[in-house]
């Protein structure tokens, strides 16, 4: 305005138009933030269970790069995490640019391997060894893995505060969570409901809690006053936004329902099931319909929302209501995987001479003395004919 009065006569009138700013509820951003959470959902999962893949590029090489979670993690998790977000929320100005390296370190490693992994399978030709320094090989496919990921992250660290910086932001954090996926397992639906269960009250009492008498995720999450945000956030612009708003998601939105989803995955494989007949493809959709929960409750109260408040009972209670009422849930509980229909079936037709458990006649009587023999475990039988 100053400079306007600078440039022109006082004589001259100007008009002003004041409009009221409204965010709409179904900007397309909306739908593309749960489009790229549910898609890194799916492929969390293809990257925990690519060890039941035969020659799957992406599968561990030893056990040692899997870590199955325990009863104590939870635990960890919840203290750990509250005592991080207190310190980052009192001493934000000093520790956002430690974060910042941390995840560009992090994000190269991530990238790096994700990169040279699918390189070196599907082009075999940048197998090709370069040198050996100390008699470590080193191939091409290191050298334009390490390339491409060293581009990524110099673009994010250019470009963070840019408008367009958010692409960089989430292909980087794209690679943090499938490796997430594949790296922690959890063994049975027990401990996946604990675990759940406490982030879920640890994700509404920092949203909403006002300990410091302001939310202490919400601040840590927008870098509290310092002019940059902590880069562990999915990104979306909010596409026509006059005031070039950005739609937010934290990892931990991802990678927590993700490791139930990864399970559930693991389980139906092994169970023989179906996406149809299994959990994995429920969990998805209670994922896809919690977050448009969460995406409308933001709209209505227009404050941050604690997003696991409706991710959890998406998920979770999707989960344990469907298999408490297909009969299922003391096994899901367990982590035992069902046995296929047709062997179980088997099994019911060797204990009882060919009828089930109401006498219903399961398969022909064969003619001549039949033996069976027991193999690998109590329930499995193998019939022959003497």
């Known amino acids: 305005m100053t400079k306007w009065n600078s440039e022109h006569s006082v004589e001259e009138s100007v008009g002003l138009t004041l409009e009221l700013y409204s965010p709409s509820m179904f900007n397309l951003s909306e739908f593309l933030m749960v489009a790229m959470a549910v898609s890194l959902i799916v492929a969390g999962a293809h990257f925990a269970t690519a060890d039941l893949r035969v020659g799957s590029p992406i599968a561990p090489q030893s056990s040692d790069e899997v870590l199955e979670v325990d009863k104590w993690f939870p635990l960890f998790f919840c203290v750990f995490g509250s005592g991080v977000l207190v310190v980052l929320f009192f001493l934000m100005k000093y520790l956002i640019y430690v974060i910042i390296a941390g995840f560009c370190l992090g994000g190269t490693g991530a990238l790096f391997e994700i990169l040279y992994l699918g390189l070196s399978h599907y082009v075999p030709g940048l197998q090709r060894v370069l040198c050996s320094p100390r008699d470590i090989p080193f191939e091409a496919a290191h050298l334009v893995s390490g390339a491409v990921a060293a581009t990524i992250v110099t673009g994010f660290l250019v470009m963070r505060n840019e408008p367009d910086g958010w692409f960089f932001q989430d292909l980087i954090g794209a690679a943090f969570l499938c490796l997430i996926q594949r790296s922690l397992r959890l063994p049975d639906m027990k401990l996946a409901s604990v675990l759940l269960t406490v982030m879920f009250f640890f994700d509404i009492f920092w949203v909403f809690v006002s300990l410091f008498k302001k939310s202490v995720m919400v601040e840590v999450a927008t870098g509290g006053g310092t002019g940059e945000s902590v880069p562990m956030l ?128 399961l398969e022909p009587p064969r003619q001549g003395p039949v033996s069976a023999e027991v193999r690998n475990s109590p329930t499995d039988c193998d019939l022959e004919r003497a």
């Open 234 to 361: 999915l990104r979306l612009p909010a596409l026509g936004d006059p005031l070039g708003n950005q739609r937010m998601l934290g990892f931990g939105d991802v990678a927590l329902p993700g490791l139930l989803v990864s399970f559930l995955r693991r389980f139906d494989i092994l169970s023989g099931r179906s996406l149809k007949g299994g959990y994995f493809l429920p969990a998805v959709i209670g994922y896809t319909i919690a977050m448009f929960v969460t995406l409308m409750a933001l709209y209505i109260m227009r404050i941050g929302q604690p997003a696991l408040l409706y991710l959890v009972p998406g998920t979770l209670g999707t989960t344990l209501v469907l298999a408490w009422r297909r009969g299922e849930l003391q096994a899901l509980w367990k982590g035992t995987p069902l046995r296929p229909a047709a062997e179980r079936t088997l099994d019911l037709t060797c204990a009882t001479g060919g009828r089930g458990p109401q006498g219903v006649l």
